[in-house]
């Protein structure tokens, strides 16, 4: 699903790279964790796959597409089948639940009846049946994961990029969010996961890629945070 061959990403040619000579391939339905020090590279890795930014060589291959090749109008498309999800939720603070959800769909062209369907549906799979109504500032911060989460997933993108999602949460709201995204993959969809939270990693012994300086230093099925080698 997602194929990284030989991958280096250069910001500033006097540093090191974000990314060095990396080379790993996600498959579709994994579970990934990308862990590492903060400048360890885990954002810009994510970025690729978005094409938020070009390798400065190497291949970034997202369904067997390489993405550094593509002509920025099919950039969209590609955007498309990947939700995205934030530590800080990026939530349209204007709109009510249901809307923030419903937005993701409206700019892609559903109509109002595909959206009225599926908007509670996806919501339920949060958790959040019944708040459809409610404004951002009236959720906790548990709860503004959970839209957030919603609304990358309500247009069922083959591929889930989480970027620190419980970095604000506090451990048993983490644990929440950790199980949505655990039935979100297991209905399919790839999720890869940039985090520091030892104790979700080492709870849900998913594969982990460590990154540090650039470099992945170990690659490892059903693991903890910290290598027990
Ligand atoms: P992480 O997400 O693991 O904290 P990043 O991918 O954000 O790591 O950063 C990796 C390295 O690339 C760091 O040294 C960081 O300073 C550098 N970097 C990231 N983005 C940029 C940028 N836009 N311009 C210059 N350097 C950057
Ligand atoms: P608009 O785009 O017209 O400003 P909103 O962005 O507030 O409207 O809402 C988007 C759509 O979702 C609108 O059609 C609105 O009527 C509908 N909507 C908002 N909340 C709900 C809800 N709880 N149940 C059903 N439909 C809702």
Redesign the pocket.
């Known amino acids: 699903m997602i194929r990284f061959e030989n991958v280096t990403k250069v910001y500033d040619r006097n540093a090191r790279p974000a990314l060095d000579s990396v080379s790993l391939e996600i498959e579709r339905g994994e579970f990934a964790f990308l862990v590492g020090a903060s400048g360890s590279g885990k954002s810009t890795f994510l970025r690729l796959v978005l094409r938020e930014d070009r390798a400065t060589s190497g291949g970034v291959f997202v369904a067997g597409q390489n993405v550094a090749a593509l002509s920025s109008w099919r950039v969209p498309r590609l955007r498309r089948g990947i939700g995205v999800v934030f530590q800080d939720f990026r939530l349209?603070p204007q709109?009510?639940?249901?809307?923030?959800v419903?937005?993701a769909m409206?700019v892609i062209g559903k109509s109002?009846a595909i959206?009225?369907d599926a908007?509670?549906e996806v919501l339920k799979t949060v958790g959040l049946e019944g708040k459809?109504?409610r404004m951002p500032h009236e959720l906790s911060g548990g709860e503004q994961q959970r839209v957030a989460i919603a609304r990358a997933v309500v247009n069922r993108p083959g591929i889930l990029l989480a970027d620190e999602p419980t970095g604000n949460l506090d451990p048993a709201t983490s644990q929440g969010i950790m199980a949505i995204l655990d039935k979100i993959n297991q209905n399919g969809t790839t999720v890869v996961m940039a985090t520091h939270d030892t104790d979700i990693v080492n709870s849900m012994r998913k594969r982990v890629i460590e990154l540090k300086d650039g470099v992945v230093i170990r690659d490892e099925a059903k693991a903890l945070y910290t290598s027990m080698m």
Do not use: C, E, T
């Open positions: 349209l709109k009510n639940v249901f809307a923030n419903a937005f409206q109002r959206i009225r908007v509670p459809a109504h």
